[in-house]
């Protein structure tokens, strides 16, 4: 099992910047790709982007250009760095990773409490 903390969100206006930290504990050296994922009041949870061990990114197209995701494997910790936010960016960021038990991998098992991010005049 793999235990994540978000942290970094707060109250933004439009054109801000923020940078969420999710930092993972637990059965850390099993891990492999890490994400974000984000969830509007009403919608579905949907997903930000991700990052594989060999720091390959992929990014939803809402957020492509203006949202960064890296990773620190020494501080087993994922960072999202938002930029130019949009009211419509405005959701709880939730981080979650995928890891490998024997020869089965699984993706989303594990998720933080998440971090409310709030973009708004």
């Known amino acids: 099992q793999v235990q994540l903390v978000e942290s970094g969100g707060g109250l933004v206006q439009p054109g801000g910047s923020l940078r969420l930290s999710c930092a993972a504990s637990g059965n850390i050296f099993s891990i492999n790709a890490m994400g974000w994922y984000r969830q509007a009041p009403g919608k579905e949870r949907e997903l930000v982007a991700t990052?594989?061990?060999?720091?390959?990114?992929n990014y939803a197209d809402s957020v492509k250009g203006r949202f960064t995701i890296s990773r620190d494997n020494a501080k087993n910790t994922v960072y999202l760095q938002m930029n130019s936010l949009e009211p419509e960016d405005t959701a709880v960021y939730y981080c979650?990773?995928?890891?490998?038990?024997?020869?089965?991998?699984?993706?989303?098992?594990?998720w933080g409490q998440g971090t409310q991010v709030t973009v708004s005049s």
């Open positions: 990052i594989t061990s060999g720091d390959s990114t």
């Open positions: 979650t990773v995928g890891y490998y038990v024997g020869i089965s991998y699984h993706w989303g098992d594990s």
